[in-house]
């Protein structure tokens, strides 16, 4: 699994920083940065979640590998 946040998308709404904070956080202005791209197992069913459920402009997107 490949993570991937488009900060030009992002609106700042740091539902992801909230709900997956080791793997993404959120830069001075607010907006997504993404700490770990290819999460471990652990991670990913809170990545996955977070792609298709919570983030509200699709900023954040998931592709296999």
Known sequence: ?????DRDRC????????NAPTIFDQDDDGMVVLLDSSPTLDNSSDARRLAEDICPSKAIRITDG
């Open 1 to 5: 699994m490949k993570i991937h946040a």
């Open 11 to 18: 609106i700042g709404a740091g539902l992801c920083a909230l």
